[in-house]
């Protein structure tokens, strides 16, 4: 396993973390057999950065890590996690939310704790809410190390944010290399990193847009290199190939993924790409536009929808079925859902929008979805 200094700390973190927001399940559940020899085989495997948070697995992220990394393991890893800040209504909340969570993780210290989903308004208000003096005691006891946040906005909220308090030890984006120019973006990174802050980059493969069998026009573009490499190492390349990136946040579902992410994390030249590749890179990214219309990463921020609606999974399929040219498949597959998860429920109340990190018309794209999906 390769490492990464983190930001202007002294500590030195795995070049891959483990995300745990998409763990193995089965029937819905998270399948604890499967998962904990995941997390055993990361640690084992050098990885030392672990990543949860409140909501994930409707909130048994948080209680399962808990218990997998009984017997040792917590000790060996860097743990993240994040307040819920949507349930924060008053100042008392941080402190009962907090020892929630250090009790379902089973531990006495948070490594870091960062504001979940932040943006320019959220940090105003558990701003002036207190958040900045409680979390100062909670580093001067110990329950925490580093204090952040985590972030779906735009660069200007990031800069604002930043720039608005200078005690910030750590910020986690989505970055990859087709976000270059959306949420923070390549300036957003390169401005925290300018401001001595750690960056941990979520999503490096779009909710994993970049690791499928790329569309024909985007494997010409691969087909293209000198050396030869699957589309998630392409991606992992490029984000490691930047200084400003601390870690590379996976959300691993089955042993395969883990076993590919691990062996290309250690790799020597992990983080090495010349100006050819880097080139090469950038067409990918530009052959890639326009063939996903929906840019949705299934972070189930929009669920669960007040009708049912399985937003998520309606724009996985019309997506996929745009990237691999096969409108037909799509539409059957869409055919094949459950009455009640489908668009025909949508009541139009658009709280999926104001949820949604990508600021998608999520109600207009329904709509569209439905015209060409919706009939038998």
């Known amino acids: 396993m390769q490492y990464r200094q983190f930001g202007n700390k002294d500590l030195k973190v795995s070049a891959l973390g483990f995300g745990a927001m998409r763990l193995p399940t089965v029937d819905g559940q998270i399948d604890e057999s499967t998962a904990t020899q995941m997390v055993h085989q990361a640690v084992d495997s050098g990885v030392n950065y672990i990543d949860t948070a409140w909501p994930y697995h409707g909130g048994e992220s948080e209680r399962f890590l808990g218990r997998a990394l009984k017997g040792g393991y917590r000790e060996k890893v860097t743990l993240a996690t994040k307040m819920p800040r949507w349930d924060v ?16 993780l089973q531990t ?3 490594d870091c704790y960062m504001i979940h989903g932040l943006n320019a308004e959220a940090w105003k208000r558990v701003r002036d809410l207190g958040v900045i003096e409680w979390s100062q005691k909670k580093i001067a006891s110990g329950e925490m190390k580093y204090f ?55 999503e490096p493969l779009l909710g994993g847009k970049l690791s499928w069998q790329p569309p024909e026009a985007v494997q010409k573009v691969w087909d293209k290199a000198e050396t030869s490499r699957s589309p998630v190492e392409w991606a992992f390349r490029w984000l490691w190939n930047q200084p400003e990136i601390s870690v ?21 030249d992990y983080d090495q790409l010349s100006e050819t590749e880097k080139e090469l890179v950038k067409e990918a990214r530009e052959a890639h536009h326009g063939l996903c219309p929906i840019p949705c990463t299934t972070c189930d921020y929009c669920q669960p929808c007040p009708e049912g609606v399985k937003i998520p999974k309606i724009f996985s399929l019309y997506n996929e079925a745009y990237m691999y040219n096969n409108i037909e498949n799509g539409k059957k597959r869409y055919q094949k859902m459950p009455e009640e998860q489908k668009i025909s429920h949508c009541s139009e109340c658009r709280q999926c929008e104001k949820v949604c990190p990508q600021g998608i018309a999520v109600v207009d794209w329904l709509k569209k979805v439905e015209q060409e999906f919706g009939q038998a």
């Open 248 to 268: 590379v946040l996976s959300g691993m579902s089955s042993p395969e993924q883990l076993e590919e992410n691990l062996a290309i994390a250690s790799k020597e």
């Open 108 to 110: 006495d210290w948070i």
């Open 89 to 104: 209504e008053k100042a008392e909340d941080f402190e009962k939310i907090f020892q929630q969570q250090l009790s379902k």
């Open 148 to 202: 952040g946040f985590s972030f779906h906005s735009t660069c200007e909220d990031l800069k604002y944010i930043i720039d608005d308090y200078d005690g910030w030890d750590m910020c986690m984006v989505q970055y990859n290399y087709m976000d270059i120019q959306r949420q923070a973006g390549q300036e957003g990174v390169r401005y925290a990193h300018k401001k001595d802050l750690p960056v941990v980059a979520m």
